[in-house]
């Protein structure tokens, strides 16, 4: 729907500076969207991107409510870290890039992230968008708001106490190498460090909506509705 204007293996190259200073380009990438919607007959009221990212740490049961709020609010679920190994496992050239890029010990550049991120949201046909798992930090979320030129509308944060992380995580046997105890503790302290000036940010700006990650799924997601209460007309 809209267009990938930049080459995914050239972002992974291309130094983190120099996408960061990239200019933000809002109006070239909303216009571009709400243009070809409005050619299939749709309002720009009806289809302007509404962006809502979802944050917590492992454990926390952002990944189940996340659920919950695309059967029930009909967003589309985009996992950041889902998109990466998917890319990876597709064997594709962009994959084969970002796979050498993390054997070389490097990281993957957040514009290469955003690029994945962004490349979804032009092939949906849905205007509402669920970002699990990112901007895991102020670099992310600095390479979003320039490459996409947009904030997200609303910031989601599933607040959970570490021993309660450590238990999910510990019991849910997915099978994952990184479900460990020692590996866990660590996840978490990289992921306060990383994440608090992100939720500070958005908490300043008034878009972030704190969610107890305690009780019951429905309890939590009780918490999760009023979020969604004032933007009602936008994405019904």
């Given at each position: 729907m809209w267009r990938l204007v930049t080459s995914l293996t050239a972002?992974?190259?291309?130094?983190?500076?120099?996408?960061?200073?990239q200019p933000a380009s809002t109006s070239k990438i909303w216009k571009s969207f709400t243009t070809e919607m409005a050619r299939h007959g749709i309002s720009s009221h009806d289809c302007t991107p509404f962006i809502t990212f979802v944050l917590g740490g492992p454990g926390s049961g952002k990944g189940t409510q996340c659920a919950k709020i695309v059967d029930t609010f009909g967003f589309k679920h985009l996992s950041a870290g889902d998109l990466l190994r998917r890319e990876i496992a597709s064997n594709s050239e962009y994959g084969s890039t970002i796979l050498n890029t993390i054997k070389e010990g490097r990281i993957v550049p957040s514009a290469v992230t955003v690029k994945l991120i962004q490349r979804e949201m032009e092939s949906s046909d849905n205007h509402k968008f669920l970002i699990d798992g990112f901007p895991r930090s102020e670099e992310n979320r600095i390479a979003f708001e320039r490459i996409m030129g947009a904030e997200p509308n609303i910031v989601l944060f599933f607040d959970c106490p570490e021993e309660e992380m450590v238990k999910r995580v510990l019991s849910r046997n997915q099978g994952r190498v990184d479900d460990n105890l020692d590996t866990i503790k660590k996840r978490l302290k990289v992921f306060e460090a990383l994440n608090l000036p992100v939720i500070n940010y958005y908490a300043e700006k008034g878009k972030l909506y704190k969610i107890s990650a305690l009780g019951t799924e429905d309890e939590i997601f009780e918490q999760v509705r009023p979020a969604f209460a004032a933007f009602e007309q936008v994405i019904k």
């Amino acid at each position: 729907m809209w267009r990938l204007v930049t080459s995914l293996t050239a972002l992974v190259s291309t130094s983190k500076s120099s996408t960061l200073n990239q200019p933000a380009s809002t109006s070239k990438i909303w216009k571009s969207f709400t243009t070809e919607m409005a050619r299939h007959g749709i309002s720009s009221h009806d289809c302007t991107p509404f962006i809502t990212f979802v944050l917590g740490g492992p454990g926390s049961g952002k990944g189940t409510q996340c659920a919950k709020i695309v059967d029930t609010f009909g967003f589309k679920h985009l996992s950041a870290g889902d998109l990466l190994r998917r890319e990876i496992a597709s064997n594709s050239e962009y994959g084969s890039t970002i796979l050498n890029t993390i054997k070389e010990g490097r990281i993957v550049p957040s514009a290469v992230t955003v690029k994945l991120i962004q490349r979804e949201m032009e092939s949906s046909d849905n205007h509402k968008f669920l970002i699990d798992g990112f901007p895991r930090s102020e670099e992310n979320r600095i390479a979003f708001e320039r490459i996409m030129g947009a904030e997200p509308n609303i910031v989601l944060f599933f607040d959970c106490p570490e021993e309660e992380m450590v238990k999910r995580v510990l019991s849910r046997n997915q099978g994952r190498v990184d479900d460990n105890l020692d590996t866990i503790k660590k996840r978490l302290k990289v992921f306060e460090a990383l994440n608090l000036p992100v939720i500070n940010y958005y908490a300043e700006k008034g878009k972030l909506y704190k969610i107890s990650a305690l009780g019951t799924e429905d309890e939590i997601f009780e918490q999760v509705r009023p979020a969604f209460a004032a933007f009602e007309q936008v994405i019904k």
